[in-house]
Structures are given as structure tokens and as C-alpha cells.
């Protein structure tokens, strides 16, 4: 069965601190993708990227960037200079080329203060 | 952006009426997905559909039922609403891995 696990239920820092977030994953197959996903107050999910297992290449945008290693199963995310906007849930979710659906982790409430 | 939206965004209703929770994308995408996220943050899969005519029950076992007539449109539907049906309920497609979300709808019984 697969699994994720987010397990920071909430962050808080103050307004221009790097601040990572923290995903593990567990899942029987070769071939699978992770995800990175943000929910503002308004309640939609907003896609950040998606990574494939074959690809562990890290990866930055912007102020955002993501470190995948395989041989800890973690996704992890980190935000630089972080700002109030990026107050949100962000959940850390997995999926497989057979499976339906995403599995979710439980989210990290990050809380940037001014 | 995602072309997937759901009505109504916000939903208050009285114990034992009948809701439908619409979801509609323009995409063309054959998988869509209805998830149940609680109070407390955590997302679970209710139901699902391969295309037209295919519904299944996601992990998490829900009173709600789904129907899938059309390619575009995929809606929920609570015969007897109850206060433990109180969440919010985001519908989602995908083509190829990326699941599209819509922006949600809040639902409150009470």
C-alpha cells in the first residue's frame, strides 16, 4: 500500500527565513510520480510540479526548489526568502501509472509572519 | 490553468435535503476524481470514473453517489444530507499523471 507522510502538521516563520518541508514516501513500484501541491485560504489546490521516480534531478523555480532522493524516499521542498503569500497547506501527494488517483499526504500549514 | 470548475463554491442546507454538487472541465479528460478533504486538512479519494458510464468507490466509503453521462461532467450527488457530511469536496481530471483540481465546494448541514 502506498503511503505518504508529511510529518510537520505546522511551520511557522517569520517573513524572509528559508523554511523546508519535509515529505516521505513509501510505495512498492518502480515507476511513480510525487507531487507538490498548495492550498490557500480560498480552498483550491494549486499544482507546484510533479517529479517521476526515474528523475531525481533536483529542481528549482524561483524561489521554490525540491530535492528527491530515492534512497531515502523524500521529496522535500523548500521555500527561500519566504513571504507572507506563501502562507498556505501544502501537501506532498504520490501516484503510480496503475493507481487511481493521488495518494495525499496530511499537509504542512506553513505560516509566514511579517 | 486547469479548465475544471465546480458549483457551488459554498453550501448551506438543512438536515435531510437533497444536494448535488456539480463539476464540469473542458479539457476532454477521460479520469476525474471526487475527493472529501475534512476540517483537519487531509484529502480522500470517494469516487472516481474512467469516462463515461464508469463510476468506482475511492477509499474512503461515502453516502454520496456519482454519475458520469457525459465526458465534461461529473457531479455528486447527497440524497439525505446529514451534519457529518459537513467537509469540503474537491473534484480533480488528469490526462497523463497531473491531477487538475477544482476550486472546491464547502458544504455545511445543519
Known amino acids: 500500500a502506498q503511503k505518504v507522510t508529511q510529518a510537520q502538521t505546522e511551520i511557522s516563520v517569520v517573513e524572509k527565513e528559508d523554511v523546508t518541508l519535509d515529505c516521505v514516501y513509501e510505495t512498492r513500484d518502480t515507476t511513480y510520480y510525487l507531487f507538490w501541491y498548495k492550498q490557500p485560504p480560498s480552498g483550491e489546490l494549486v499544482f507546484l510540479i510533479r517529479r517521476n521516480s526515474f528523475d531525481e534531478q533536483n529542481e528549482i523555480s524561483g524561489r521554490y526548489s525540491w530535492n528527491f532522493q530515492k534512497s531515502t524516499s523524500s521529496f522535500n521542498f523548500t521555500i527561500t526568502a519566504s513571504q507572507v503569500v506563501d502562507s498556505a497547506v501544502y501537501f506532498c501527494?504520490?501516484?503510480?501509472?496503475?493507481?487511481?488517483?493521488?495518494?495525499f499526504g496530511k499537509g504542512t500549514h506553513l505560516i509566514i509572519q511579517p | 490553468e486547469a479548465d475544471i470548475y465546480q458549483t457551488p463554491r459554498y453550501l448551506v442546507i438543512g438536515t435531510g435535503k437533497k444536494i448535488t454538487l456539480e463539476c464540469s472541465q473542458t479539457?476532454?479528460?477521460?479520469?476525474m476524481y471526487w475527493y472529501q478533504q475534512d476540517p483537519g486538512m487531509e484529502l480522500h479519494l470517494i469516487h472516481y470514473?474512467?469516462?463515461?458510464?464508469?463510476?468506482e468507490k475511492g477509499d474512503l466509503s461515502s453516502e454520496s453517489t456519482v454519475s458520469r453521462i457525459r465526458t465534461e461532467h461529473f457531479p455528486l450527488t447527497l440524497e439525505s444530507a446529514r451534519p457529518s457530511h459537513t467537509s469540503q469536496y474537491l473534484c480533480?481530471?488528469?490526462?497523463?499523471?497531473?491531477?487538475?483540481f477544482g476550486e472546491g465546494s464547502r458544504l455545511t448541514v445543519l
Open positions: 479539457m476532454g479528460h477521460d479520469k
Open positions: 501527494a504520490l501516484s503510480d501509472p496503475g493507481a487511481d488517483g493521488l495518494t
Open positions: 470514473s474512467y469516462g463515461v458510464n464508469s463510476t
Open positions: 480533480a481530471s488528469t490526462l497523463g499523471g497531473e491531477l487538475f
